[in-house]
């Protein structure tokens, strides 16, 4: 089953505007991670955070995670109509095979 | 480095045939694993491998077999193919070293089953 749940399933914004994912998880994590994929492409690895940190910088990407809420958000500053794609989350949980397991997805798309 | 790559891109099949998905990196990673994606379901690991000789099951396993002889191939066979099988198909590797999560994908197989 799946262990990341994003939300929300779709979004839609202007260029320039910011978008926010979240995702919400359910046992305790060694790592999160977003993912994101353009249509009808595989997925690219974008950010991780480690469940010892809270907050996360990579260019215009800030992500963000509550250990004590189990949820971690996405946010991405002055979207462009580029960054259309789907955004998915992933959780590493503690011990175990250390292969993500990911969630359904937000599709984002931003308008020009 | 051409990455994780993936044969076929397409494919088509009849109910009850069997085929090979490749896929092949060339990035000397030990963990492989792969995923069928679905309309809504995101990704759903299907079988894993943690370096050669050694695999072990994911969350949707049945139907599929895999194996791992060497380190830069991990083929997934479909015994007898299903419609439910219909699916894209996406393998992924990543390094083993403390630091490294981060999961490659190919560029995916898109399987219809008729």
């Known amino acids: ?84 794609a789907s955004y998915f989350c992933a959780t590493v949980s503690s011990g175990g095979s250390y292969i993500p397991t990911f969630g359904r997805g937000t599709s984002l798309i931003v308008h020009p | 480095n051409a990455g994780v790559t993936q044969t076929p891109k397409f494919q088509v099949l009849k109910t009850g045939q069997s085929m090979t998905l490749q896929c092949a990196q060339d990035m000397n990673h030990e963990y492989m694993s792969w995923y069928r994606q679905d309309p809504g379901m995101g990704l759903r690991l299907i079988h ?12 949707v396993p049945n139907g599929y077999n895999v194996s791992r002889s060497t380190t830069e191939d991990f083929p997934l066979r479909l015994l007898s193919a299903a419609p439910s099988q219909t699916s894209v198909y996406f393998c992924a590797s990543r390094d083993t070293g403390a630091s490294s999560y981060e999961q490659y994908f190919g560029p995916g197989t898109r399987l219809t089953v008729t």
Do not use: F
């Open chain 1, 1 to 84: 089953s799946q262990q990341g749940e994003e939300d929300p399933q779709a979004l839609s914004i202007q260029e320039g505007e910011n978008a926010t994912m979240n995702c919400s998880y359910k046992t305790s994590i060694n790592n999160l991670q977003w993912y994101r994929q353009n249509s009808g492409r595989g997925l690219v690895h974008l950010i991780l955070i480690r469940s010892n940190e809270r907050e996360k910088h990579s260019g215009r990407l800030r992500v963000t995670l509550d250990t004590s809420k189990k949820s971690s958000s996405l946010l991405i500053t002055a979207s462009r109509a580029a960054d259309t």
């Open chain 2, 48 to 59: 894993y491998s943690v370096g050669a000789g050694i695999t072990d099951q994911g969350e």
